[in-house]
C-alpha cells in the first residue's frame, strides 16, 4: 500500500523547494498533485495558464530529483458561472492537461470530476459517458488511469450525495466503462471526507466497489462542513467525528492495496510554517498507523507462532477476530491470581515463560501499556520480536466488556 | 387530494382522548400516526428501565386503547400507522430484556395494531454493525426480528414498515439501518415473495434522510410503491429535530436547506397516493399551548400544499 501525500497547501509552485524538502524529511516518497491554481477563476485561466503550467512543469523536475514519485494528478472541480458549453471546453482542457502531465511525471492515476454533475441516475450517465471515454483515449496514451471519485452536492447549504455516492452505481459505471474501453482503464478514488459529509456507512462503501477502489482520500471534517483535516482530528466529545473504524473494516475486508492520499490542507493552514516540518511528520506517522490498522493482519503473518501478553479484552478480541487464523501458543499477564487459568481457550501464564519460547516466536502485546510491557519484556532479557496488536478497529466487537476488567 | 396524517404524540392523551382527536379533526388531518413508543420509550430502554404497560394482557390492553379508537372514529380519524416502541434489541442489555422485547412488545404492538385496524406497522432496524462488523450482518438480525412477527402481519393485513434510521459518531450522524434504497427494495421484495403477502414495506423518513445526505428523490423513486408510509418532517442537517418543513435554511440566500421539490418529485415519480404523515410531535412542545391549534393547522396546510403539488403534477 502507498502512502501519499497531497501537495496542496503545503507546495507553493512557483517556489517549491522548502515544501518538497519538508515532505521529503517527513518520509514522504508519493505525491498526489492538484491543478486546482491553474483553474481558480476564469480570467486567471485565461491570463496565467502557460505560466502556472511552466511552474508545475518545473515542480515535476525538482520533485524527480530529489525522488519525490508523482502518483496521481487530480483534476480541479471547476465551477465558473458561466454558459454551459463554456465551462465544459474548460474542464476537458483542464482534463486532457492533467493526464499529459501524469503521463510525462510517470504518474499512475488522474482523479477526473464529472463534466456534468448536476444529474444522477442514467441521465448523468449518458451526459458524462462519452467524456469519459474521450478522456480514455487520451489517457491510454500516456498510460494513465483514470479515477471517479465520490461526490457531493450542495443543496442550498446542505450536503447531499451526489453523483458516484452511490457506490453500487459508481461500481456498474466503472465496469461498463472498462467493458467499453477493453481494458481496465477506469478505477474509483473514494473521499472519505466526503463520505462523512454524507453520512456514509463506509465500510458498506468500500465492500460495493472492491477492487475497483484504487486510491482513498483520508481527510477528516466535522461531516458538517467542508474541509481537509488530519485524520484523528475532527472530535467532539472525546470521540471522532468520522467513521474511520467503518473505514478501516471496509478498506480490510477488500484487501486494499492501493494508494492511500492524505490530504489535510485545512489542518496545514492552521498551524503555522514554523511547525511545518513537525506537522507532517506527524501526519505521515498517523497516515501509516492507518495502514497498519487496515494491513493488521500482516504482522501475524510474518510469525510461525506466536503468544499473547495480556489476558484481558484485547486478548478476548484477539480470539474472536484472530484466535481461530493465527492461534497463539499461550498467553502471559502480569496478574498472578490468572496464571495456570484458561482465558478463551488459552493458557494464561507468567511472563517468565516468554524465556522459553521459540526465537522465531512473536510477542503481540494485547494492552494498551504497551511501551512499558515492552520495556519490562527488554528488561528480563526477552530477545524475540514485540508486536504491538491492537483492536480499537476489529472486524467485529463482543456486545459486552469483561467487568473484571 | 391525498390524505393528511400526523403522530398522536402531545395531541392525544390517555385521560381525554376524543379532546385530541376532536383537535386533529378540525385542524384539517384526516390520518393519525398512533405513538405506541411514547409508552416505552427508548430514552429508557436505553437506561435498561423497563415499565409495566406491555404486562398487561391483550384484553386489558385492548381496554386501555378503546377510548382511543372510540374518539378516532367519532371524529373521523383514521389510524393509518402506529410506530412499534424501539429499540427493539440492546446490544449490552440483557437476555431477559432483549427477550422481553422481541417476545412480549412486538407481538403485543402488532395486536394493538390490528385492534386499531391500522394497516401499518412502523418500526426500527436492529443497530448493530458496530458489533457484528458489517450492515449485511446486521440486516440478519433484523429479518430474524422481522421473522418473529411477519406471520401475524400476514394474518392481521398489516404491513411491517422498515424505516431509514442513522447512528451516531460522537456528535456525527452518519446512516444505520435501512438507509440504502436499493439494499431495502431488494430485500422486501425478497421477504414479501417468502411469505407471499405484502408483509413489509418501508416508511421513508425525511429528516433521517436529511441528516445522513440521502438525496430524497432518487431514494423514493427506487423504493417505488414498496414506500407505504411516511414520517415528514425538518431539522438543521445535524441533529433529529423533528420540526415543521421548509423551517431550516443554511446560506446566506435563505431557501430551505431540505429538498422538499425532490421529495415532491419522488412522491410524483412512484405515484404515492397514500397518507402525507408529519412526525413533528416536537414542534408541540416549543410552541406556546395557546397556539396548538394553529401550529396543527398550519402543518395541515404544509401537507396539503404537498399534495396538490403532488396531484398537480402527476
Known amino acids: 500500500m502507498k502512502v501519499i501525500c497531497e501537495l496542496s497547501g503545503i507546495i507553493d509552485y512557483r517556489r517549491p523547494v522548502q515544501g518538497i524538502t519538508d515532505i521529503k524529511n517527513a518520509g514522504f516518497e508519493q505525491v498526489a498533485v492538484s491543478l486546482n491554481y491553474l483553474y481558480k477563476n476564469e480570467t486567471e485561466f485565461s491570463a496565467d495558464h502557460q505560466s502556472f503550467s511552466e511552474d508545475y512543469k518545473s515542480f515535476i523536475g525538482k520533485s524527480r530529483r530529489e525522488n519525490i514519485h508523482i502518483s496521481v494528478f487530480r483534476v480541479p472541480r471547476i465551477i465558473y458561472d458561466i454558459h454551459q458549453a463554456v465551462l465544459f471546453k474548460i474542464r476537458q482542457k483542464a482534463a486532457v492537461e492533467a493526464i499529459k502531465l501524469c503521463g510525462e511525471a510517470g504518474g499512475q492515476y488522474v482523479i477526473v470530476p464529472p463534466a456534468f ?16 471515454l474521450n478522456l480514455a483515449k487520451s489517457a491510454c496514451e500516456n498510460n494513465v488511469m483514470i479515477l471517479i471519485e465520490n461526490q457531493y452536492k450542495n443543496y ?3 450536503m447531499v450525495r451526489g453523483i458516484w455516492s452511490d457506490a453500487g452505481e459508481a461500481a456498474e459505471w466503472l465496469d461498463k466503462l472498462n467493458e467499453l474501453m477493453g481494458e481496465e ?3 474509483f478514488c473514494m473521499n472519505t471526507g466526503t463520505c462523512s459529509l454524507c453520512g456514509q456507512d463506509m465500510h458498506d462503501f468500500a465492500a460495493s466497489l472492491g477492487s475497483r477502489i484504487k486510491v482513498v482520500v483520508l481527510r477528516d471534517c466535522d461531516g458538517h462542513n467542508e474541509a481537509s483535516m488530519l485524520p484523528f482530528t475532527a472530535v467532539s466529545r472525546g470521540q471522532t467525528q468520522t467513521d474511520w473504524l467503518s473505514l478501516i473494516r471496509g478498506l480490510r475486508e477488500i484487501c486494499f492495496d492501493g494508494g492511500l492520499i492524505l490530504d489535510i490542507r485545512d489542518t496545514v493552514a492552521a498551524f503555522s510554517p514554523l511547525l511545518r516540518p513537525q506537522l507532517l511528520s506527524f501526519a505521515k506517522a498517523t497516515v501509516e498507523y492507518i495502514r497498519w490498522q487496515i494491513e493488521i493482519e500482516h504482522s501475524l503473518k510474518k510469525y510461525k507462532s506466536i503468544v499473547l501478553f495480556g489476558a484481558g479484552n484485547m486478548c478476548r478480541n484477539y480470539m474472536k477476530c484472530y484466535g481461530e487464523k493465527y492461534p497463539p501458543l499461550f498467553t502471559c499477564d502480569n496478574n498472578k491470581e490468572l496464571w495456570g487459568t484458561n482465558f478463551c481457550g488459552l493458557e494464561v501464564k507468567p511472563p517468565e515463560a516468554l524465556r522459553k519460547i521459540p526465537s522465531d516466536c512473536g510477542i503481540f502485546i494485547c494492552n494498551i501499556y504497551y511501551r512499558e510491557i515492552e520495556k519490562q519484556l527488554r528488561d528480563m532479557g526477552i530477545e524475540n520480536n514485540i508486536e504491538f496488536f491492537n483492536d480499537e478497529y476489529m472486524p467485529s466487537f463482543h456486545f459486552d466488556r469483561l467487568k473484571r476488567m | ?25 378540525k385542524s384539517g388531518f384526516s390520518c393519525a400516526d398512533f405513538s405506541l413508543h411514547s409508552y416505552l420509550t427508548n430514552m429508557s430502554l436505553y437506561r435498561f428501565e423497563l415499565n409495566d404497560f406491555f404486562n398487561k394482557s391483550d384484553g386489558e390492553l385492548e381496554a386501555f386503547f378503546k377510548p382511543h379508537k372510540k374518539a378516532a372514529e367519532v371524529f373521523g380519524i383514521k389510524i393509518n400507522q402506529l410506530h412499534m416502541p424501539y429499540p427493539v434489541y440492546i446490544p449490552n442489555g440483557s437476555k431477559e430484556l432483549n427477550d422481553y422485547l422481541f417476545n412480549v412488545v412486538a407481538p403485543k404492538s402488532m395486536r394493538i395494531c390490528a385492534f386499531f385496524d391500522c394497516p ?42 422498515i424505516e431509514n434510521i442513522y447512528t451516531s459518531i460522537g456528535n456525527h450522524i452518519i446512516e444505520g439501518p435501512c438507509c440504502n434504497a436499493r439494499k431495502a427494495a ?8 417468502k411469505y407471499g403477502a405484502e ?40 441533529s433529529d429535530l423533528h420540526q415543521i418543513p421548509f423551517t431550516f435554511t443554511k446560506s446566506r440566500e435563505n431557501m430551505a436547506s431540505t429538498d422538499w421539490n425532490g421529495f415532491i418529485q419522488g412522491l410524483i415519480n412512484i405515484g404515492y397516493n397514500k397518507v402525507l404523515n408529519f412526525e413533528t410531535s416536537p414542534v408541540l412542545t416549543s410552541f406556546p399551548e395557546e397556539m396548538k391549534s394553529e401550529v396543527l393547522k398550519f402543518i395541515a396546510k404544509i401537507g396539503n400544499y404537498f399534495s396538490g403539488k403532488i396531484k398537480n403534477n402527476s
Open chain 2, 120 to 161: 401499518n406497522i412502523v418500526v426500527h432496524g436492529l443497530k448493530l454493525a458496530r458489533n457484528l462488523g458489517s450492515e449485511e450482518a446486521e440486516w440478519e438480525y433484523t429479518e430474524e426480528f422481522l421473522s418473529t412477527i411477519a406471520p401475524m402481519a400476514k394474518e392481521m393485513k398489516i404491513t411491517i414498515c
Open chain 2, 186 to 193: 431488494e430485500r422486501i421484495d425478497r421477504f414479501n415473495d
Open chain 1, 185 to 187: 482503464r477506469f478505477g
Open chain 2, 1 to 25: 387530494m391525498l390524505q393528511i396524517g400526523i403522530q398522536t404524540k402531545n395531541v392525544i392523551f390517555d385521560n381525554n382522548p376524543e379532546e385530541g382527536f376532536e383537535l386533529l379533526k
Open chain 2, 199 to 238: 408483509v413489509l414495506g418501508f416508511c421513508f423518513d425525511t429528516g433521517h434522510a436529511k441528516l445522513v445526505g440521502i438525496d430524497f428523490e432518487p431514494f423514493i423513486t427506487t423504493l417505488g410503491s414498496r414506500l407505504k408510509v411516511l414520517h415528514i418532517h425538518d431539522n438543521d442537517g445535524i
Open chain 1, 156 to 158: 442550498n447549504g446542505h
Open chain 1, 117 to 132: 454533475e448536476e444529474a444522477s441516475g442514467i441521465k448523468a450517465w449518458q451526459m458524462n459517458r462519452d467524456y469519459y
